[in-house]
């Protein structure tokens, strides 16, 4: 989630071009790789807990509000650069404005990190970690169990 939140927080305070030159978009681009790289594993992973969750024959309905929650969010941020476009001169949302979604989706990804803070494993994890056991470092068992031939 850090790999979302915090690159998003830094296009939002990034200096322009006019102060640190062609820094700055190498560092929007950097940013917004991260961002690519962090949605492809938030997105299938919030898929695979709301799955887990979900009663068996309930399955397909809980997925889809992964979609949902995405679309809903495409919504949202139109809205808001609606409102901004509406509430602002043009000066001042090129000048600053623009930063504002931004920074208030790094607010809003910290209540995200709380919620998921206090999230229960899934019945399913819990179920499988109870067979199997946990082993304290789960990066040498691949090294240990499965040698190169």
């Known amino acids: 989630m850090g790999s979302m939140a ?8 990034l200096p322009g071009y006019d102060m640190i030159g062609i820094w700055a978009p190498l560092c929007l ?35 889809t509000w992964a979609d949902l929650g995405s679309s809903l969010g495409m919504l949202v941020a139109s809205l808001i650069i609606f409102l901004l476009n509406a509430c602002l001169s043009e000066e001042d949302l090129m000048s600053w404005g623009w930063r504002l979604p931004f ?14 803070h206090h999230l ?23 090294f240990q169990k499965y040698k190169i031939k």
């Open 6 to 13: 915090l690159p998003t927080l830094v296009m939002g305070l």
């Open 29 to 63: 681009i950097i940013c917004r790789m991260i961002q690519g790289l962090s949605l492809g594993g938030e997105f299938s992973g919030s898929v695979i807990l709301l799955i887990e969750h979900a009663p068996p024959n309930r399955r397909g309905l809980f997925s």
């Open 103 to 116: 920074i208030l989706s790094f607010l809003l990804a910290l209540c995200g990190y709380r919620l998921r």
């Open 120 to 142: 229960n494993e899934t019945p399913e994890f819990l179920e499988q970690r109870q067979e199997r056991g946990s082993p304290s470092w789960p990066f040498m068992v691949i």
